[in-house]
């Protein structure tokens, strides 16, 4: 899909956040740069300790940067503390009154803010609305389920219409079906408020099924921005492709350059053509990527040849994992037809066809 340039809610630009003095420095964000569209539902994904919350905390204000300015719709939003700058957040512990009424509880910020009360009244009707509450505006957030304070923690967000709102971790609270239902429900909520959302996620699924771009970070840098079917299909690092779904690498060497193209040198001595993403000259150790769904299993001869080791059934599909006869490892994801097994046995021998456009070349 390719992607729709739009205006700018939030510019990170040249962002450094260093914790700490002396040996025990940490730069939590290492000179950050991203721009994050009106409207857009964006996520920053990483794993644990890459800097995701440091960066929404700048953004709300609850920190500062050490180096570098970010901007709202294109105005330096530094000297702003978080209760003026029109951006809200939802924590992951959802920070809600216990005494409070679902009701009061949406109005609390309006209250603050001052507003009077027949807009407040009227604005907490449409967030009950708009998060399917209604019923429950009387009952106190003790006495509600985890997915319903969930919704009020949104609606509470929501009430003061921010321009931005962020979003740290907010469903990993919730058991598995409901946080499926809860990343639908956000998706809805941000397509019918039109607000951009900054989502902070670990879970790689996640980012890939809500988001409309994602940032991949990893010790405290950005490693690339694209939509989800850029990050999947195009990942830009090692660490991106395999940090995003399931991913076979191989050792290889560049073996001649075409046009987007280059043909690698597998260990095997077989060669491959393959995608390249960046520039690279012949002989250049690299790492060629397939992902398990684009390779195909064969009794016959393929790209790859090697020896079942395992097979694991997951319902939609099997994953057959094989050990290449250059004793690397190599999985392929296989579809299930309702009648049929996988077709394959452990310990048989196969060959493995790579489909077109379906190998990667990515620096070592
Ligand atoms: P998680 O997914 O675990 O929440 P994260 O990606 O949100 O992690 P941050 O919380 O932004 O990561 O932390 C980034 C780095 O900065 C970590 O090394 C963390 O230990 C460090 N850090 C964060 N806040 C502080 C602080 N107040 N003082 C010192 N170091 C901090």
């Known amino acids: 899909m390719p992607e729709q340039p739009g205006k700018s809610a939030i510019d990170v630009r040249g962002v450094r956040k260093v914790f700490g003095t002396g040996e025990s420095q940490v730069a939590a964000l290492d000179t950050v740069s991203v721009s994050i569209r009106e409207n857009e539902f964006f996520t920053l994904l990483g794993p644990s300790g890459c800097g995701k919350t440091t960066l929404l905390r700048l953004i709300a204000g609850f920190d500062f940067p050490s180096a570098g300015e970010i901007l709202l719709h294109g105005q330096d939003i530094a000297s702003l503390p978080p209760f003026k700058r029109p951006v809200n957040t939802v924590f992951q512990s959802y920070a809600l009154f216990p005494h409070m009424t679902v009701a009061e509880n949406i109005g609390f910020g309006l209250e603050m803010l001052g507003k009077p009360k027949a807009e407040i009244k009227a604005r907490v009707a449409e967030m009950l609305k708009l998060v399917k509450m209604e019923a429950l505006r009387g009952r106190r957030t003790s006495q509600i389920s985890g997915g319903q304070q969930q919704r009020v923690a949104l609606a509470r967000a929501l009430a003061p219409q921010p321009k931005v709102l962020l979003l740290d971790e907010p469903l990993s609270a919730l058991d598995f079906k409901l946080r499926k239902e809860m990343q639908i429900e956000l998706k809805r909520l941000q397509h019918e408020t039109g607000i951009t959302f900054i989502f902070v996620t670990h879970d790689q699924e996640e980012a ?9 970070m990893s010790s405290g840098k950005i490693l690339q921005v694209g939509t989800p079917w850029d990050i999947y299909d195009k990942p830009a690092e090692r660490f ?7 991913t076979n690498f191989l050792t290889a060497a560049i073996a001649s350059i075409g046009k ?20 690279f000259q012949p002989k250049d150790n690299a ?21 079942v080791e395992n097979i694991v059934y997951f319902g939609t599909d099997t994953h057959i994992h094989v ?5 690397e490892a190599f999985t392929v994801r296989q579809q299930n037809t309702r009648s049929a097994g996988c077709g394959f046995e452990r310990g048989d021998k196969v060959g493995i066809s790579i489909g077109n456009d379906a190998a990667q070349v990515l620096r070592d």
Request: charged share 25%; net charge neutral.
């Open 208 to 216: 890939l099924t809500m988001s409309d771009r994602i940032a991949v």
């Open 287 to 307: 790492t060629v990527v397939v992902r398990p769904e684009h390779a195909k299993l064969t009794s016959g001869k393929g790209d790859l040849s090697g020896t």
């Open 260 to 279: 987007g193209k280059v043909r690698a040198t597998l260990k095997s001595g077989a060669t491959i053509e393959a995608t390249v993403a960046e520039g």
């Open 240 to 246: 991106v492709a395999d940090f995003i779904g399931e």
């Open 323 to 327: 050990r290449l006869d250059s004793s």
